[in-house]
């Protein structure tokens, strides 16, 4: 079992930053493939980041690549999105997730272990 926290979120401007923290308790977050998905309002949830277990191997979504960094401190059970260049478009509540297996946060969208999410607001 692992509990994730998310933080970091709230309003920016268009072209702005903002970097999203997940806090990983419980089991070694090592253990643990995460990542972060996204649900705008009226929209359906979609992947945005995930990040191996080592952190030796990222993935993330067409509409993020080049504006997104994710990122893990196994250390710190802590893991990073960076979100350079936000647009409109990127307003949603990001949700942190994790899952020993990362095709579930990265094709299936069922990851076993969710965060309660964080607003990230951009203005135009």
């Known amino acids: 079992q692992v509990r994730l926290v998310e933080s970091g979120g709230g309003l920016v401007q268009a072209g702005g930053s903002l970097r999203l923290s997940c806090a990983l308790s419980g089991r070694t977050s090592s253990r643990y493939a995460t990542g972060w998905l996204r649900q705008a309002p009226g929209k359906e949830r979609e992947f945005v980041a995930a990040i191996s277990r080592s952190g030796d191997s990222t993935y993330s979504s067409v509409s993020v690549k080049g504006r997104f960094t994710i990122s893990r401190d196994n250390a710190e059970n802590t893991v990073y999105l960076q979100m350079n260049s936000l647009k409109p478009e990127d307003t949603a509540v990001y949700y942190c997730?994790?899952?020993?297996?990362?095709?579930?946060?990265?094709?299936?969208?069922?990851?076993?272990?969710w965060g309660q999410g964080t607003q990230v607001t951009v203005s135009s």
């Open positions: 997730a994790a899952d020993y297996v990362i095709e579930s946060i990265t094709l299936r969208g069922a990851p076993a272990y």
